[in-house]
């Protein structure tokens, strides 16, 4: 997720994507993506296996600023929100 200029990037594990995304885009946490105001879902994978998530959050987030830049881009170089195509 990325906040409005897309200069702020979060990368977090969830088992329900609607609810979580639905959640920071209303602001219901008062944490990082509300402090930064984080809330346009740009990039997201899907895992059957919740272990294989967390593997994959936890490699992400070792990455460079610009590797995470360059996943988003990769699938959504216009930065959509891609928030609604998941409904």
Known sequence: M???????????V???LVRRVYEHKNKLHQGFTYKYNVNKLVYYEI?????????????????????KIELIVLS????????ATLL
């Open 2 to 12: 990325v906040n409005r200029s897309n200069s702020v990037i979060y990368t977090g």
């Open 14 to 16: 969830t088992n329900n």
């Open 47 to 67: 895992f059957e296996d919740a272990n294989e998530a967390i593997k994959r959050e936890k490699q992400i987030k070792a990455g460079s600023r610009q590797k």
């Open 76 to 83: 959504n170089p216009s930065y959509q929100d891609l928030y």
